[in-house]
């Protein structure tokens, strides 16, 4: 069975561009999460997917925003980049069955700003 | 403020000797969960604890969860190279359905 997969593995962009990351969870899981983990603060989470719907979400400014779409993949978009948002950004997928569901991890995107 | 406060941060010892790794918070999880991550990749699952108390056994490694469910620990028997790695845990809160990761704790096992 696969797992969760992510796109791309590296990105590049400079301060101000957009980014546009993806996920697929693994197959039969409704439920995708989006974490950052930048250089030595460990992961921090940033939205929760579920149903297509989003159910909460962290202490990150508007511009970090994302959507699920009808087959549970997921898209987080970062507008007006700036060079703290470089980390590697995770994704994680569950099948939604409760707060003690547990949650598989992809290999991440690296997204660096310049 | 750290909601999950892991410790130690860093840790380096010889193949063979016993360690162990602390997750301490003041609130109540539902569940807690250790991960180990490699570099480059993603965290995998190493295993979930739900009941205050329990503890599971993974080979050389022992989990265990607080009676309150506020802490955990990850002990090593016999360390080996093998083990070298980034371990998280992280907690759920009840609800939330969302996990909040301690800093880490970067391992590493010399031979």
């Known amino acids: 069975e696969a797992g969760v997969t992510q796109s791309p593995t590296h990105l590049i962009k400079t301060r101000g561009q957009q980014a546009t990351l993806r996920c697929s969870p693994i197959s039969g899981h409704t439920s995708v999460y989006w974490y950052q983990q930048a250089l030595g603060l460990g992961l921090q989470f940033l939205l929760w997917?579920?149903?297509?719907?989003?159910?909460n979400r962290g202490n990150f400014p508007p511009r970090f925003s994302g959507r699920q779409f009808p087959n549970y993949s997921s898209e987080l978009n970062v507008n007006a980049l700036e060079l703290e948002d470089s980390a590697l950004y995770l994704c994680?997928?569950?099948?939604?069955?409760?707060?003690?569901?547990?949650?598989?991890f992809g290999p991440g995107t690296r997204l660096t700003v310049l | 403020t750290q909601l999950l406060e892991q410790s130690p941060q860093f840790l380096s010892i010889q193949e063979g000797e016993n360690l162990t790794v602390y997750c301490n918070s003041s609130?109540?999880?539902?569940?807690l969960q250790w991960y180990r991550q490699e570099p480059g990749e993603g965290p995998v699952l190493l295993v979930t604890?739900?009941?205050?108390?329990e503890v599971k056994k993974l080979k050389r490694l022992t989990f265990q969860f607080g009676d309150a469910r506020k802490d955990s620990s990850l002990h090593i028997t016999a360390a080996q190279p093998g083990d070298t790695g980034l371990y998280l845990c992280?907690?759920?809160?009840?609800?939330?359905?969302?996990?909040?990761f301690g800093q880490g704790t970067r391992l590493t096992i010399n031979p």
């Open positions: 997917y579920d149903e297509g719907e989003e159910r």
């Open positions: 994680a997928s569950s099948s939604g069955q409760g707060a003690t569901d547990t949650q598989y």
């Open positions: 992280a907690g759920a809160l009840g609800g939330a359905q969302k996990l909040v």
């Open positions: 604890v739900v009941t205050g108390g």
């Open positions: 609130s109540v999880f539902s569940s």
